[in-house]
């Protein structure tokens, strides 16, 4: 019995719950706008993290009960499952959510102990191996050649069979990122690509509403104070910098900042995975940092790279840089020289 | 209005002082029996100077300060010294140590008590007169009075800080003690605004308490004493978190309040201080909170040396489903199970636990780094940090990460969300690193004392060899000089063996027993007979061992 001999926290799983919480906006409107497909990754992804976890656990002779309680393991499986097209096939989800709670997570030790990021780890090893299945996304609605409901969806995604007649591009389409990069490759200028129904009021059409979902839940998770400013402001402030002085350098070549912050994950990246306490600096100097780091890299690999999108490859890259930023970024200590007054 | 400051940090937990400020505080009766630590500060322990079966008077010496770190203890009643022996006592260690037993006569007759005025008394004097009268700082650290107050002149002291802020959830003696005696109070802060002759003098007092506030406020009135109401936010009653908090100045990293011109002391230091010496009353008796899971709780003038249990009595007992007892408050007390433990200096607070109040925690996860830690504590440092090296025995690193800067107030661990019982680990790394110390210390300490002996004889080699060198050289110049022929060199060699023998001769006789010379002849013939009888016995014993050596042999063929 040792000194204090009580305890106000919520406790890691109340945490965790929270951030399940605060992903329900992004998701209801994910529904809303590209139909219920997305249920059905969240429901595989909960399953296999859940499996994988005990799985592990057990491999690793430790309790299964109270690190299954812990909620963890969901949040990870969530985050793989948002971004992923919810119309793939459903090992695409199995293996990424796999990989995260067995390689990423477990094999590093488990809750807490683990270097990066789980679920961006999931997403690079999918858009590595599996780049077709991972860059078609459902088109929104209208927008399509043809739209299938929620039964052939279902079948598509466990035997991968369309109804007949259907190709599979007929309902899917690149990513707004994506297509703005195919199309600035094409000479277009950036205006008259934007003018296309792909997009919206800012950004991707329908897309850019699922980012103000996770806006909400951000603002969810600020308010219950299990993130803090830092992070979402850091990265939110640096995209929009960077972008912004390109913007203005050439607008005919590189887009508005406002479109970067509702494209792809960056809102997701912003409150929900740059966020995550256990892949990132702990400090607030170093949240800084690591966040504006973050947003530099995301910016650099969206305009300037191969790949879709820059949130996960910035996440990784950043969480190499947190035992330096941690260590470099000390805060000053009670009654330390120097300090403020 | 004085304008305060804040630090950073600090949590909210739940007062629980109202169950047991509601009640004005009660005289203890006197217990049969009085358990009384010989160490009831920080320092040395005191040194006995009565022995069992001694009678003693209410305030009478029992133990005097040995060293200048310590402080002296009394007999809390008049009776009889039972036994001064080891015991268990409440000590996180839980090992035994001295201990004075008094059974109780029920006189409560008091020794002679010599109040005296303190402004006529010299200083060091004064100081003297703490430490024999057994003041230490009743906040908890139980630091020795006339150590703290001993303020060379040098140091200018600007500010004197009463600590009247009592922070912790649940505790109320100190509150209850403003309440009932802040005429005394003051007059004791007197005592220690003479001996430390500060610019100004604050009371700081946590504003969940407004009588005590107002209580003070009327007592201080045209003193010069200013009152101040803080924020409540524990740890406010941490020392430097309490000067941060009225001075703005924040104790450097190592450091003490006098680095800053700063002294503060606890309100029932002061008390104790004005009983002392207004009253001629040494420290034998203080308010203890008897709160927690029992039927009134309440205040209790308690004597030191009171079994806890006894006053759990008092209070009404221990309501159905209590275990254990925490000596102190919740956030940094010590929990014990043995209600026969006594009170002592500086037991504030007595909480009978139950499972209801204190339910036990789930299981520790691993940290997830979410800095709830950091954010809760007051010394700025990061636990989260701490508690990682800690764990991996990282002692140089933890260090550097001012380890020894964290007051063990418990905030981090308050608000884990994983529930690591952090301050066990920055406890275990402290004791670890004072350990290491330690060693290493005493390691310098055997290198050098190697390291010296190693050269000494290295010296007295090189001077030996010296010697031997110059030896040759003069035996070498002698044989040169002298004519080489072989009669000289056999007399010389004849007479230098009559020369030894000589010498041999004289030392023979200079150790012959001395007290042989004048000896009676009755006497001589005793010492006749006894050598006669040795030289007997030897022959005997001789006899037998060569038999017996031929038995073996024989045997053996």
């Not at chain 2, 069992?52 to 009776?79: C, E």
């Not at chain 2, 925490?326 to 010590?334: A, S, V």
């Amino acid at each position: 019995m040792n000194p204090p001999y009580i305890h106000q926290a919520p406790s890691v799983s109340a945490i965790m719950l929270k951030v399940l919480l605060a992903l329900l906006p992004g998701i209801a409107l994910t529904i809303w706008y590209f139909g219920p497909a997305i249920l059905v990754s969240l429901a595989l992804a909960s399953l296999t993290a859940l499996a994988t976890e005990a799985a592990m656990l057990k491999l690793r002779d430790r309790p299964i009960k109270p690190f299954l309680g812990d909620n963890s393991a969901l949040v990870t499986a969530w985050l793989v499952a948002l971004s992923i097209p919810p119309l793939a096939p459903w090992w695409l989800v199995v293996v990424g959510v796999a990989f995260a709670i067995s390689i990423a997570k477990q094999l590093y030790g488990g809750l807490g102990n683990n270097p990066f990021n789980p679920a961006m780890v999931a997403y690079a090893v999918l858009v590595i191996s599996f780049p077709a299945q991972m860059t078609h996304w459902l088109a929104p609605h209208g927008l399509g050649a043809t739209e299938i409901d929620f039964i052939s969806q279902l079948r598509y995604i466990f035997s991968g069979a369309l109804p007949g007649g259907t190709a599979f591009d007929a309902i899917t389409a690149a990513t707004p990122l994506d297509t703005l990069k195919t199309q600035l490759h094409l000479e277009r200028p950036v205006k008259e690509i934007l003018g296309m129904p792909v997009y919206g009021y800012l950004a991707g059409k329908d897309s850019e509403m699922v980012a103000l979902g996770y806006v909400a839940g951000g603002i969810y998770l600020l308010l219950n104070r299990i993130i803090t400013w830092h992070v979402p402001v850091a990265f939110l402030g640096t995209l929009f910098g960077v972008a912004g002085l390109f913007h203005l350098a050439d607008p005919g070549l590189y887009v508005a900042p406002l479109f970067h912050w509702m494209s792809g994950a960056a809102m997701l990246g912003a409150f929900f995975i740059l966020t995550d306490p256990v892949s990132g600096p702990t400090t607030p100097k170093g949240k800084l940092i690591f966040a504006a780091g973050a947003a530099v890299l995301t910016y650099v690999i969206r305009v300037f790279g191969g790949f879709p999108d820059g949130v996960a490859f910035a996440t990784l890259l950043m969480n190499l840089c947190v035992p330096l930023l941690d260590a470099y970024t000390q805060p000053r200590v009670f009654g330390e020289k120097g300090g403020k007054k | 209005m004085k304008t305060l400051h804040h630090f950073h940090g600090g949590v909210h937990p739940e007062q629980h002082k109202l169950e047991s400020s509601a009640l004005p505080s009660v005289c203890a009766p006197v217990p049969q029996r009085l358990i009384l630590p010989l160490q009831q500060h920080l320092g040395t322990r005191a040194k006995a100077v009565v022995r069992a079966g001694d009678k003693v008077l209410k305030g009478q010496l029992l133990a005097r300060a040995a060293g200048a770190m310590s402080a002296a203890i009394h007999a809390p009643t008049s009776g009889t010294v039972l036994s001064v022996d080891f015991h268990a006592l409440p000590h996180p260690s839980g090992l035994p140590d001295l201990c004075a037993i008094i059974e109780a006569d029920g006189e409560d007759l008091w020794a002679e008590r010599a109040p005296c005025d303190f402004r006529a008394a010299d200083r060091a004097e004064l100081r003297a007169k703490l430490r024999d009268g057994g003041i230490v700082g009743l906040g908890g650290a139980t630091f020795p009075a006339h150590l703290k107050f001993d303020c060379k002149p040098a140091r200018e002291i600007r500010t004197l800080v009463l600590n009247g802020a009592e922070c912790e959830p649940w505790i109320t003696s100190d509150d209850r003690l403003m309440r009932e005696r802040a005429a005394e109070i003051v007059r004791g802060i007197e005592i220690l605004r003479y001996l430390a002759s500060p610019g100004e003098t604050l009371v700081g007092i946590e504003d969940n308490k407004p009588q005590a506030v107002t209580a003070m406020r009327q007592a201080c009135a045209n003193t010069g004493i200013e009152v101040v109401a803080v924020p409540t936010l524990y740890p406010t009653g941490g020392e430097k978190q309490l000067i941060k908090v009225l001075t703005g100045k924040e104790v450097p990293s190592g450091g003490y309040p006098l680095h800053v011109g700063v002294l503060c002391s606890n309100v029932a230091t002061a008390y104790a201080a004005h009983r002392l010496i207004n009253c001629g009353e040494p420290m034998i008796s203080r308010l203890v909170t008897v709160t927690g899971s029992v039927r009134t709780p309440q205040n209790f003038e308690a004597l030191l040396g009171t079994p806890i249990e006894e006053l759990v009595k008092l209070a009404g007992g221990a309501l159905p489903g209590s275990a254990g007892y925490i000596l102190g408050g919740p956030m940094m007390g010590l929990h014990v199970s043995n209600g026969w433990l006594p009170v002592v200096k500086s037991t504030n607070c007595v909480i009978v636990k139950s499972p209801q109040l204190f339910p036990p925690l789930p299981p520790a996860l691993p940290c997830i780094r979410c800095t709830r830690c950091a954010d809760a504590c007051p010394a700025d440092l990061q636990p989260q940090e701490l508690y990682w090296f800690a764990k991996s025995r990282n002692f140089d690193k933890i260090k550097n990460y001012h380890l020894f800067d964290c007051i063990e107030c418990g905030a981090c661990n308050y608000v884990c969300p994983s529930h690591i019982p952090l301050v066990q680990y920055f406890r275990f790394a402290k004791s670890e690193l004072r350990a290491l110390e330690h060693e290493s210390a005493a390691a310098a300490l055997a290198r050098e004392r190697y390291e010296y002996r190693q050269m000494r004889i290295e010296r007295d080699k090189q001077e030996k060899a010296e010697k031997l060198a110059q030896k040759e050289k003069a035996a070498l110049a002698a044989r040169q000089s002298a004519p080489a022929t072989g009669v000289s060199q056999d007399g010389s060699a004849q007479a230098r063996i009559q020369a030894a023998l000589e010498r041999a001769r004289e030392q023979a006789a200079a150790v012959k027993p001395k007290n042989m010379d004048s000896l009676t002849s009755q006497q001589q013939a005793e010492i006749a007979e006894i050598e006669a009888r040795r030289a007997k016995a030897r022959e005997l014993a001789q006899g037998q061992a060569s038999g017996k050596t031929e038995q073996a042999t024989d045997e053996h063929g």
